[in-house]
């Protein structure tokens, strides 16, 4: 977390910002403090893009997803700005914790079984995601986060309605992370399915075990034209042999040929719970193996006490103080009758 400077708003809401933890392509996101003592995220469009209609229609999509969804592994939303508000902002819960991106990058891949709980619980998230009616469109590692409750998937800025053409993309635009799109999304990205997040998840849990993704290149447009290369095959070197038939079922070119994410969820489970382990103890192996505390992590927040009320009952009040109060009483009781 940065310190903030004179430019950025102290309070947000009914928020109070204490810190700076990033930007993007949209805004910049604030550490905060809710007037209850629940540490949150804060994300502000930026000024120069608060009066473009297509951004400020994007944000509102997010808003009524992160209302929509109901998941322990999506972060969830605290707060948001009003319809009329000149800059839109939402608040969701503080994740603590590193990004599977910065776990991968910097302890070197998940064991097996790991990844297995991990993809279980990230398809569990999308099937959450899918009931609302929603596609996330950009699951990917930088947006999973691994926190003491198990993973949390973030940002649902790129999100679209699951039936019907999303009024938010343009037929020639690809929307989403190139090394976890899908066929489909980096080439038609108007026909974009609840069968892409299955897509995504699949790159994802490659990367996971393995460091790498699917397909690479050395420029954006050559990762494209590998992708929508039905006759290129996805790099699955290092992926373990149980896992090279779902993902590889995931990974498939055409929508129609991937699992489903309630099938995806299942074949994964089965793989979490091999050798007859139990599902809650797969799941904290996961949590112990992947949680680390971020250096740069804001402290939990201390609650100021609140005043008790004293107990009159034991007090003890010398009786030179109770004949003053008598005195004090009467002299107020014959002033005020005298009016």
């Known amino acids: 977390m940065e310190p903030l400077d004179r430019s950025d708003p102290r309070r947000i809401g009914a928020v109070s910002i204490q810190g700076r933890l990033g930007s993007g392509g949209m805004g910049r996101v604030f550490y905060g403090m809710t007037d209850d003592y ?134 020639d635009s690809a929307i989403g992370t190139p090394a976890c799109m899908s ?10 399915t609840a069968a892409t997040d299955v897509y995504a998840l699949g790159a994802t849990l490659v990367f996971a075990l393995t460091r790498h993704y699917p397909y690479d290149a050395g420029t954006v447009p050559a990762l494209f ?14 992926v373990p042999a149980a896992f090279r038939p779902l993902i590889a079922d995931m990974l498939a070119h055409e929508p129609e040929a991937r699992p489903t994410v309630t099938e995806a969820y299942e074949r994964l489970k089965e793989l979490a719970t091999a050798d007859g382990v139990a599902l809650s103890v797969a799941v904290r192996r996961l949590v112990n193996a992947s949680y680390v505390e971020r250096e740069d992590d804001p402290q939990d927040p201390v609650p100021m006490p609140r005043p008790r009320r004293r107990d009159l009952s034991e007090v003890v009040v010398p009786g030179s103080v109770v004949a003053l109060l008598a005195d004090r009483l009467r002299c107020d009781y014959a002033a005020n009758a005298r009016f």
């Open 183 to 192: 066929p489909e999304q980096a080439g038609r990205p108007k026909e974009v």
């Open 225 to 238: 034209m590998k992708i929508i290369d039905a006759n290129v095959a996805p790099d699955l070197d290092g």
């Open 38 to 171: 629940e540490p949150v995220a804060v994300k502000v469009i930026r000024d120069d893009l608060a009066g473009r209609a297509e951004v400020r229609a994007r944000f509102a999509r997010e808003m009524d997803a992160l209302r929509t969804v109901q998941s322990p592994y999506v972060a969830a939303l605290v707060d948001a700005s009003g319809e009329d508000e000149e800059r839109p902002w939402l608040a969701v819960e503080y994740v603590r914790g590193l990004s599977l991106k910065e776990f991968v990058e910097t302890r070197g891949p998940l064991g097996a079984d790991n990844a297995a709980t991990l993809g279980m619980l990230l398809a569990g998230a999308l099937e959450d995601i899918h009931e609302a009616g929603l596609v996330h469109r950009d699951l990917k590692p930088g947006n999973i986060l691994l926190s003491r409750d198990g993973p949390k998937v973030i940002d649902l800025g790129l999100v679209a309605f699951a039936e019907g053409p999303t009024d938010l993309t343009r037929t």
